[in-house]
Structure formats: C-alpha cells, structure tokens
C-alpha cells in the first residue's frame, strides 16, 4: 500500500510545494484573465525578466552593456550592486513602468478588438521581452541568492527523514502572503473593488468613471510583482537563464484544473497537479518509462474538464443566443 | 524585361551555388537564443574567434580566408535543417550542429550532398564506422566512450569493481539522452552493476520525482547525460538529498561553469568526463587574446573567454582547421571543396609536437582518424569543481574506453543502418 511506503509522505510534501510553485506562475495568468479577459501568454517571460531584471540589479551589472560596448564603451558592471532589498524594489520599479509600456504600447491600440487579437499581441510580447531581455543582461546562467534558506531541512530530517527543501517551504510561506494580500487587497481596497467591477462588466464599470487603462496598468503591474515574487523562487532554484520562461507550461494544467478566474484556484489547482504528478512519476513512472510528469499534469486537467469544464472553481459561462 | 528580370534571378540562383568568392566557407549553427542558449553561446564564441584568430594571424588557411555564416538553430531540429539547406549552396566545407537531434536529420542529407559533419562527442554513436559513415565523424570521442570512461573511473573508487553495485543514469528525455543505455546496459552486464534508468523531461527545471527514486533506490553512483537547466537542477536537487558529489559524474555536456555555479558551494566535488584540459595557459589563448580580444573583434560579449564550452568550441575551430590544411596538403589546392574536406577529416593526424605548434600543448588527446575510425581516439579525463576558487581541474588522466563492449556496439549498429540503407561500405 502507499501509504505505508515511507516515501509516500514525502513525496506528498515535495508535490504540495511544489505545486505552490506551479501556483505562483498560475496566478499572475488569472490576476491578468479576471482583471480584462486576456490570456496573457508572456506571463512565464514576465517571470524571467523580473528575475534577471532582480539579479542585474543585484550585481551591479550595466543593461545593454554588450551593445553599449559598440560605442566604445566596454564596462559590464556599474559597481557592486545593490543590496537585496533595495534591489527588490527596484526591480518592482521596472516592472510597473513595464506595466504602463505594455498597456500604452500593446493593449491601448487593441482596446474592443477579440480576445484572440489580444492573445496573440501577448505572444508576440513574450517573444520581443525575451529579446530584450537578452540584450538589456545577457543570457549566461546567472546565480540568484537573496537570501533564503536552501537546502534540507535539518529539523524535519531529524524528526521524520524526510529531505524537504527550506526553500521551497519559503516558496510555500511567500505565496500564502501573496494570496492573502491580494485577497485582501481585491476586497477590502478602492482600488480591488474597481478591479472586480471591471472584471464583472467592462462596460458598467467604464459608465461610472472607472478608467479601464489604468486598471489595466494595475492589473499588470500587480501581475509583474507576481511574476517577480515567481521568477525569485524558480531563480533560485536552477539559476537565473532563458528556460526560466518555460515555467509557463507548469502553471497551463494548474489554471485548466483550477479554472481561469480563481486565485483560490490557481493554489488548488497547483496542488493537485504537484501532487499527483509526483506520485504518478514516482509509483507508476518506473513501470512505464518515466518521464511521465509534462504530460501527467495536463492528462489530470483534462480529465476534471471532463466534469468541470469551467474548472474547479471557473465561472461557468453560459452565453445565450 | 520579363525575361531579363528571369535572367537575373537565374543569375543569382546560380550565383548562390557556388563559392561566392575563393574562401573556405563554413556554417556556424549554434543557439545564441532560448533555453539552451547559455551553453551555446560560449561554443559559438569559441569557435568564432579561433577562426578570427586564425584570419587574423595566418591570413587564414594555405593563404585562404575563412568566411564563417552563422545561422541560428535555437537548438531546434527543423530550425537546424532549415539552416542547413539555406547554407549548403553557399559552398558549405562542413557542418558542426552541436545537436544531436540536428545531426541525425543531417546525416543522410549531407552524406547525399557530399557534405561532410563533424559531431564531436555527440550526435550518432555507430557515425565512428566510417565504413558506413562515410561524411560523419564524430572524434575525439562518442557518447559510449564516455559512458564506457565513466564507469571505468567508479570501478577506480571502487577498487576495480562495481560488482554487486547501483548505478543510476539520470538522462535529458531525448535522443541524446537515451544514447548511452546500451552501453551502461551492456558494460552492466559485464561488470555486474544494477542499472537505473531515470528519465527527465526537457527543459528538467522540475526533477523531485527523479531524486526521490535516488533516495528511495540508493545507487552508490549517479551519472548524467543533461543539457541545459536540466544539469543546473540535477546537481542543486543531488546536493540537497546529499549525495555524495564526488559519486556524481556527468557527460562531457554537463560538465561546464553554468552547470555547477548556480548551485553554489553546494556543487563542491561534483564530477564529470572532460575532452580537453580546462583554463586558459596556452599559446591559443595568448594568440586569441592578441589578435581578437585586443583588436575589439571578440564575438558575443567577449564575456565567456576560457569557459569549458568556449575552450571546447575553440577545439572544434581548431580540428576544422587542421582538416582543411590536411584537405590542402592531400589534393594539392589551397581552395577545396566539400568533398576534399571530407578527405582532409579522414586523413586528420594531430600528435602531441603538432597540437603544441598550434598553441594547445598539453590540451587534449592525439588524433588518427582513419576510413574506418571516424570515432578515436575515444580517450577522456575526468574534471572535478572546485566550488571555493570556482574552477575545474583534471583529476586523471586521459584514459581509453572499453573497446571490447563500445567497438561490438558500433560494429552491430553500423551494420543495421548499412543493411537498411543499403551501404556496402566505402573503404577498400
């Protein structure tokens, strides 16, 4: 049985944080879906351009020092960087100027045009993001530490044997923090409720003054936080580099599963699919080659969109004609 | 003007099927973009500016310049081919993908092309017959050398024995991971090791599920065939399970700086197989220095100077050279074709006095390809990080494989294609 299998316990573990990691990409898609209908595919580039923004400031490194050096100017560091906090903000600085570019730039131009217009414009977003941000740091592996606790926890190996990564508790901590904030912040401020009423009916929101570009600039500079706080906990994982915006493809199964509208489902959804993906791979995956995990997860969404096509907790939409 | 606007672009047409001037041309397929651009750039800059080097100092190769044409594959399959077919009518010498998915789609086409490839240390295993293969070639060493020198080197902790013992490979899910499992499986039961086979899915930035089967099945030693982020996750995932590091030996392609510094002190002791001497103490490097780096002609962003993949890509420059003068000295021509550069690879000789001459003393092994062998010599050495001075450094010699179990494997491969494809073999 599994359950007597001292590894089940562990594993089970392993998969909630790890799908608390699925569910902070997940989020930053839904905060941006529920907010204006866009499903925003540059959400796991935002993630790696946050991180690299974050890790630039850090070390004090010049952006686009490697086309700067054209000029005849050839530094690739302004000095030592800035401490980890200050960096932080910063880089929360950059994000929602970003913001304010993609809602000027990209979204402003396509206002009342289908939703497939708008995801298109935010497939080529990711592609021109990775673009620059691959001039503006360069696309070397860059070491991410802004100080968190890494490696196995020894209070817990000592008590249970179990090896549960300290940074991934962190992950699970930070983005319980998150969820609340937003939670609160989309119920109890101004500014959330004007959120929901342009989520609820654009139209009815813009008739009593509500400005839908700057919802919009909130939405996603609320969204870049997120994609921070996500490109920090993955970056200091497996390093700060351009595979960093795959992310993305972990947090689609999550927002089937947990329903496009709902951050409560962006966390369930995420653990459902860290778990049963683990335990999958790891009691059926040896017996049938491995490797099951990428399409474990979404073979798992698919089957509650068999029951639940609107997901787990989605609004169910039901258009009359 | 009809027919004088056809005329012109026949003209072109035809124009762009020959040398455009008298150079050696080569494509350059390297990734400088996605998620494997981190070990791509720095090959590519390696090998760009030994060829710059080599322009600049010698005026190229028997008095011909070298024209390198970059194209970028972004490490994809059908970007590669694309890349192929659009260069190959420039007067193409050879091709060096550094894919192995893009190497297998290649092999027919430029074997039909009379195009020769240079896969080195990746792509085909069984392309060292070059009975069979006759334009691939993939010296200093193939996949199952590697692995065959791996576990000679956990047979060495062992005290000659791995009897008894688990060995797990832990590989990127594609064909390049998958080519050395018949050779752990047959050298397994050889030597009597339990192999553990554990897959990982491409990009591998989420591998709990394959560490915890580490944990769970205990193998006294993990080897890794990885590419990319995977590399990065698989040591930080084996440091916080606390393997030994020392127990944990990667591919010569996870083997680089990328692969061990995001992992911190944590990836102290980790091991893996290497080609080529690691640093930058050699005239090459002095030469480079000089005549690029000085001069402002550094490629990319002149930041990945004396990394493992640099050094490596700076060694597939300087074979290529050698190839086309060996090509010049055989047929008697400073100006060759595809084909006569195939000639100059099958005839490639590089001894210890003549790698010294070219500034690589002491860098890496003896070359002897011959017809047959495509593949030798198939000697590597095996690196270990130092995570507090963050450098690499040999901690055997270079050592050979088991040509008993690796040559069989070839031989029993080649022979398939050769009967699948209906080659009878091309050396007499």
């Known amino acids: 049985m599994f359950f007597l299998d001292p590894f089940f316990y562990e594993i089970l573990i392993s998969g909630l944080l790890a799908g608390v990691m699925y569910a902070l990409v997940a989020l930053g898609f839904v905060l941006i879906f529920k907010a204006s209908g866009i499903f925003n595919f540059a959400q796991g580039v935002l993630a790696l351009f946050a991180a690299l923004t974050l890790v630039g400031f850090q070390t004090g490194q010049i952006p686009f020092a490697h086309l700067l050096s054209l000029f005849g100017l050839h530094a690739t560091h302004w000095g030592a960087g800035f401490p980890t906090i200050v960096a932080l903000l910063f880089s929360l600085g950059v994000m929602v100027l970003l913001a304010w570019l993609i809602v000027q730039i990209v979204l402003k131009p396509l206002v009342n045009q289908e939703g497939i217009i708008l995801f298109m414009a935010t497939i080529g977003l990711a592609y021109v993001l990775e673009g620059v941000g691959d001039l503006m740091w360069g696309a070397n592996v860059k070491e991410l530490n802004i100080g968190l606790p890494e490696g196995p926890s020894e209070i817990i190996l000592d008590a249970t044997d179990m090896f549960i990564d300290k940074l991934e508790i962190s992950a699970a901590i930070v983005a319980i923090v998150l969820v609340v904030s937003l939670t609160l912040f989309s119920q109890y401020t101004k500014m959330g409720r004007a959120l929901r009423a342009v989520a609820d009916d654009h139209q009815a929101a813009l008739s009593v003054g509500i400005s839908l570009e700057t919802i919009w600039w909130i939405v996603w500079s609320v969204s870049g936080l997120v994609a921070l706080v996500a490109g920090v906990m993955w970056g200091a994982k497996s390093g700060v580099q351009f595979s960093l915006s795959l992310i993305a493809l972990k947090a689609l199964p999550v927002l089937m599963l947990g329903g496009f509208t709902s951050i409560p489902g962006a966390i369930v959804g995420g653990l459902i699919i860290g778990v049963g993906e683990k335990l999958f791979e790891f009691y059926i995956g040896p017996l049938i080659g491995g490797a099951t995990e990428n399409w474990f997860a979404y073979m798992l969404a698919l089957l509650f969109l068999l029951f639940r096509p609107q997901g787990l907790f989605g609004e169910k939409i039901i258009e009359r004609v | ?428």
Not at chain 2, 47 to 72: F, H, K, Q, S, W
Not at chain 2, 80 to 102: D, H, M, N, R, W
Not at chain 2, 276 to 297: E, M
Not at chain 2, 380 to 408: E, H, M, N, P, Y
């Open chain 2, 1 to 428: 003007m009809k027919k004088f606007t056809l005329a012109a672009v026949a003209a072109a047409l035809v124009g762009s099927m020959v040398p455009a001037s008298a150079d050696h041309t080569i494509p350059l397929l390297s990734y400088r973009t996605g998620p494997y651009a981190p070990n791509g750039i720095p090959y590519a800059d390696g090998v760009t500016d030994y060829i710059n080097m080599i322009n600049a100092r010698d005026g190229g190769v028997g008095g011909v310049p070298i024209n390198l044409i970059e194209c970028e594959t972004g490490y994809n399959t059908e970007r590669g081919v694309e890349c192929y077919e659009s260069t190959k009518g420039q007067g193409a010498l050879v091709y060096f993908p550094l894919s192995t998915g893009i190497t297998y789609q290649l092999i027919p086409k430029a074997t039909a092309d009379d195009i020769p490839i240079h896969s080195m240390g990746y792509g085909r295993t069984s392309a060292a017959d070059g009975n069979t293969f006759s334009h691939v070639f993939n010296f200093p060493g193939t996949y199952w050398d590697a692995a065959s020198i791996i576990i000679k080197h956990m047979m060495d902790m062992e005290g000659g024995s791995l009897e008894g013992k688990k060995v797990a490979l832990v590989y990127h899910n594609s064909a390049y991971g998958k080519e050395p499992i018949r050779t752990l499986e047959e050298l397994s039961k050889k030597h009597g090791y339990e192999l553990l086979l554990l897959p990982v899915d491409h990009p591998g930035q989420e591998q709990k599920s394959t560490w915890l089967q580490v944990r769970k099945e205990k193998p006294d030693f993990v080897t890794m065939w990885g590419w990319g982020v995977m590399n990065q996750v698989a040591i930080s995932e084996a440091a916080s399970i606390r393997f030994p590091m020392d127990r944990f030996i990667g591919v010569w392609w996870s083997a680089s700086e990328n692969d061990v510094l995001p992992a911190g002190d944590k990836s102290d002791g980790y091991k893996a197989i290497a080609m080529n001497r690691p640093g930058t103490d050699f005239g090459a490097y002095r030469d480079i220095q000089k005549h690029v780096i000085d001069a402002g002609n550094a490629a990319g962003a002149g930041d990945q100077v004396g990394t493992i993949l640099y050094s490596r890509g700076m060694l597939n420059a300087a074979y290529m050279v050698e190839a086309i003068r060996t090509a010049q000295k055989i047929h008697g021509a400073a100006d060759i074709t595809p084909g006569m550069m195939r000639d100059g690879l099958e005839n490639l000789k590089i001894d210890q006095a003549r790698w010294t001459e070219m500034g690589f003393d002491n860098f890496t092994s003896t070359i002897d390809v011959t017809c047959e062998n495509h593949g030798g010599p198939g000697l590597g050495a095996i690196q270990q990080w130092d995570a507090s001075s963050k450098t690499w450094s040999l901690i055997t010699d270079f050592v050979g494989a088991d040509r008993d179990v690796v040559d069989a494997l070839i031989e029993a491969d080649a022979s398939a294609y050769a009967a699948e494809n209906n080659i009878s073999g091309h050396c007499k």
